[in-house]
């Protein structure tokens, strides 16, 4: 396994190799899909929760991915918070 080149893509070469790696899975993934490391880490084959997280991380920094959190109002009419995910291939500022 140590000689297999990492799975990347010409947009994530600005990345460390694992992050690259692990960049290519939110980005294929549909619309809804959980995005958690928990998640992420169960259909990845290389990599555990702590490096997914980990990576997570550097891809947030790096401008891929954000989480924003949101309090709204449900069909009870009673109050969640939830936890939006946007990816993104190309990296954005902060906002």
Same mark, same amino acid.
């Given at each position: 396994?140590?000689?297999?080149?990492?799975? #990347?893509?010409?947009? !994530?070469?600005?990345?460390?190799? &694992?992050?690259?790696?692990? $960049? #290519? !899975?939110? =980005? =294929?993934?549909?619309?809804? $899909?959980?995005?958690?490391?928990? /998640?992420? $880490?169960? /259909?990845?084959?290389?990599?555990?929760?702590? /490096? *997914?997280?980990?990576? %997570? +991380?550097? %891809?947030?920094? $790096?401008?891929?991915? &954000?989480?924003?959190?949101?309090? *709204?109002?449900?069909?009870?009419?009673?109050?969640?918070?939830?936890? +939006?995910?946007?990816?993104?291939?190309?990296?954005? #500022?902060?906002?």
């Amino acid at each position: 396994m140590g000689d297999v080149e990492p799975d #990347t893509e010409p947009d !994530f070469a600005h990345l460390l190799p &694992r992050d690259a790696e692990v $960049a #290519t !899975f939110p =980005h =294929h993934l549909p619309n809804g $899909a959980a995005m958690g490391y928990k /998640a992420l $880490a169960a /259909a990845h084959p290389r990599y555990g929760r702590q /490096a *997914i997280r980990t990576s %997570l +991380r550097g %891809l947030t920094e $790096a401008g891929h991915l &954000r989480w924003v959190k949101e309090h *709204i109002t449900v069909e009870d009419n009673s109050m969640r918070w939830v936890t +939006r995910t946007y990816w993104s291939k190309e990296p954005k #500022t902060p906002e």
